[in-house]
Each structure stands twice: as C-alpha cells, then as structure tokens.
C-alpha cells in the first residue's frame, strides 16, 4: 500500500445520469447509465463517510441533473453529517422555493447554477428544453436563502458574443462567483465540437472583457474564466493531475480519476460496492495508472513544466492523439500540435456565424443532443 | 478595496470553518479551502459580525504580545483583504 499518495481534496459525486436538459456540450459519456444501476442512499452515504475519513473536505454533487434523485435532501444531509461542504450544481429545473428552502435546511452550501447562454433562445438551442425562465425564477428565489451562489456559464461559440449579458445577469443576482468556463472538449461536446468551438477573435475579445470584470467586480464578485485549452500554449493540469486531488463516482458506483476515463482502452475501474474508497485511491490500476511520471513520453518526460501541467490531460492525448500516454497534443512543445492547428484553423476561415441570418434553421447546427436514459 | 475599520466582518455564506472536531481546522468556501492555524484562526473565529476590524485588532495585539501592534494590524488588514477578494466575507456596518 502506497501511503505517500496525497489525500483527494473532493469527491464529485454524478448521483445520476437522468437530466431534463439535453445539452450538445454535456460532460457525460455518450453512454448514460439507467434509473436501475444507481447507487442506494445508503450506499452513497458510506461513500461520504470512506471520503471525509480519506482527507476529503468537499462533495460536489452533479449529475445529470441531482434534483432528479428523490432523495436528495438525505444525500446532502449524510455528506455533511460526515463532514463534508456539500457543492451542488443543477440546472434548477426541477425545483420550486419550497424544495430550495429544504435544500438550504439540510445543510447545502454552495448552489451553482448553470446556464446556457444569457436568452431563451440560445438555451433551448444548446438543451433542446425551455429552461431560462425557470432560472430566471430561481435566481430570484435564492436572493432570500443563506446559501453561496455561483452560477456558471458554459461558453462556446454560439452564446460567446452574451458575455456582457451574462455578467450583467450575475450582477443582479445574489451570486458571490460567476465561472465562464469555455466547453471542454469531451464526450457530447467531442461530437459537437465544429460547431462548439469559438473564434480567436472571439476569444480575444472574451479575455479582455472578462479582465475587466475582474478588476471592476474585484471584492464583489469572484469571476472565473476557463479558456478552451485548443487555443492554449500549454495544457491545463487536467483535475489537478491524475489521481492526485479528484475523485468522481459515476452513478452506479464505478469510481474513476476524471469524467472522461473510460475513454481510454485497457482501464478497468473498481465500484464503491466493492472496494473501499482509501483502497481504489491508493492502490487500484486505474487511480496509479497516470499519477506518477514513468508513463510518460518526450517532450514531458524532461520538460520543466512537467510537475505543472503533468503532461496535460490523458483522455485528450487519446481522443487527438489515439495514445494516452503522449503528451497533450494541445500542448505548443507536442510533435502533435499541428492536428489541433489544423481544427482551429477550420473553424478560424468558416467565420464564426456569429451573426445568423434571422432564419435560424439556415444556420443552426445539426446537433447530436444528449438524450435522458431510462 | 479598502476595509473600515469600524465595519463588522461576517464569514459571507456557503463560507465556514469545519466542526471543532476535525483538524485540521480549515476554512471550507466555494471550490476552495484554506487551513488555518494560529493568527489566521484567531482572526477568522473573529469574523462573525460582532467584532469590528478594530476590535479584532486590538484583542489579536494583546494575544501576540510580543509582536510589533504596526506589524500585528498590518497582517490582519492583510489577510482580511484576501479573504475578501475569495468574498469569503461580508463587511457589515
């Protein structure tokens, strides 16, 4: 047993597959797992308990859609009684103030609300759902409960041009944090990525706009920004490195290092049904398979930044490089770079279709939309 | 940002220490955490929107004693400042 591992910081806990909303950019697998494989409360509960005994401070609870789950004021109440801030992040739809006020009794800390752009329209493009209003009706509802509020913007090229409208959205609202995290590319969002991916201009004009958020809402409002790492010179540290401070269980218990594992070949992943959550952490395959350095490749292998960054993401270096041990092609210093060149490249001399003629079906993509399992 | 020193500093919300139990003693927030010993305990136990800045000020002063009072106010501004930009705190007046 490696006992020099560093505990996980947080546990991301998808309580189910199940979601109203049928976002082009959702996170999930393409392949959702049904009603009948989740986890139990009582199953769950242990999973906190196993969490906050490994040194976990944080659950955060997504989904799908957590609200779904009809058990969900248990959930929130066993995390914390294990000792756990309780994170969740919803849609808001499957809510009404009398159920939020329940959900701030049992202990919620932290409500994160996202969104699909700052209108109607662009929302029901991107989740194929009428979903703004009711988020609309939510802000309004939280601005009465003792609870944190964040909401997060998911930005891609279809809603970049809403920034201001998005900022000024969060600036009326109780919100204490605002992320603008550009769609990373993965899962449903992989498949949609043509149509997902913003303009250098667009992200030049992003970045200077939410630069100057920062300084003006500096002490009121913490903004966040995410950029689409396709346009980065060196990749993120993909969940703070392999196994080193995240954990996420899928629904149905299956315990992995990040959300998009499974598509690597050749890992397999323990369940929390059967394993301890300390053991999976420490010991198992799939957790040691990218934590330390030996698996890696020139140029990471010498590269200064490689205690950073640890060689990018792994799921990406498959997806774009079909090998997961390369360094991340988005990465400046990859041998692999000039394929993610060349995708932005497209995108850079179509034009952004930013300004769509009013005949909506002209322009709009053909998304492939996330459906609901059973 | 500059902070009053006759305001009372609150943990904002979603922002609170962990149980008395767990060490530990950290500062849970949103998407973030911050361990706290010594003087960052004792200023933080002291943001809870009965104490003015002042008064955190003058008891940190007599806790550390031995410390210079310039020093001890300038740490305290300091850090309340960075809570602040983490809006871990609310400045009520």
């Not at chain 1, 991301?12 to 986890?39: D, G, K, M, V």
């Not at chain 1, 756990?84 to 994160?112: C, K, M, W």
């Not at chain 1, 629904?251 to 959300?259: R, S, T």
């Not at chain 1, 890696?296 to 490689?306: G, I, N, S």
Request: net charge neutral; glycine share 6%.
């Amino acid at each position: 047993m490696t006992s020099t591992v560093a505990n996980p910081l947080a546990v991301i806990a998808e309580l189910t597959h199940r979601c109203p909303l049928h976002c082009a950019y959702c996170s999930n697998p393409l392949e959702l797992q049904t009603r009948s494989s989740e986890l139990s409360t009582q199953d769950w509960s242990r999973v906190f308990r196993e969490a906050a005994a490994l040194g976990v401070l944080q659950a955060d609870f997504t989904g799908g859609e957590p609200l779904t789950r009809p058990d969900i004021l248990d959930l929130i109440r066993a995390a914390r009684a294990a000792g756990l801030y309780v994170n969740l992040i919803t849609s808001g739809l499957p809510l009404d103030e009398s159920r939020l006020e329940s959900l701030v009794q049992a202990g919620l800390d932290h409500f994160q609300l996202s969104f699909q752009g700052a209108r109607e329209e662009i929302a029901q493009e991107i989740c194929s759902t009428k979903s703004h209003a009711q988020k609309l009706r939510v802000l309004e509802w939280l601005k009465r409960h003792r609870v944190a509020v964040t909401l997060n913007f998911v930005i891609h090229r279809r809603n970049n041009d809403q920034l201001p409208e998005m900022l000024a959205l969060a600036e009326s609202s109780s919100a204490s944090r605002v992320e603008f995290a550009n769609v990373q590319y993965y899962g449903w969002a992989f498949v949609n990525r043509d149509a997902l991916l913003p303009t250098r201009e667009q992200l030049t004009q992003s970045i200077d706009f939410l630069k100057k958020a920062q300084e003006r809402l500096a002490g009121k409002i913490k903004v966040e920004y995410v950029v689409p790492d396709y346009y980065a010179k060196y990749p993120k540290p993909c969940m703070g490195g392999w196994g080193r401070k995240l954990m996420l269980i899928t629904p149905n218990g299956d315990a992995l290092p990040c959300h998009a594992a499974r598509v690597i070949p050749g890992l397999s992943f323990e369940n929390v049904k059967n394993r301890g959550l300390r053991e999976i952490w420490e010991a198992s395959d799939s957790f040691q398979k990218f934590r330390a350095e030996s698996w890696m490749q020139e140029p990471c292998k010498t590269c200064d930044r490689r205690g950073l960054d640890f060689g990018g993401c792994r799921c990406q270096a498959f997806l774009l490089a079909a090998d997961a041990t390369a360094t991340d092609p988005v990465c400046s210093l990859s041998p692999q770079r000039p394929k993610v060149d060349a995708i932005l490249a497209g995108i850079n001399s179509r034009g952004a279709g930013i300004n769509p003629p009013s005949d909506a079906s002209l322009t709009k993509p053909a998304w492939l939309y996330r459906p609901n399992p059973s | 940002m500059s902070i009053d020193f006759e305001s009372r500093p609150r943990l904002a919300p979603g922002c609170r220490m962990n149980e008395k139990t767990q060490q530990p003693r950290t500062l849970l927030m949103p998407e973030r955490a911050l361990r706290l010993n010594g003087p960052s305990l004792e200023i933080v136990e002291r943001c809870d929107g009965k104490h003015t800045v002042m008064q955190i000020i003058t008891e940190l002063q007599h806790l550390y004693a031995k410390a210079e009072l310039a020093k001890v106010e300038q740490d305290i501004l300091g850090y309340l400042a960075l809570l602040q930009k983490e809006r871990a705190l609310d400045f009520e007046l």
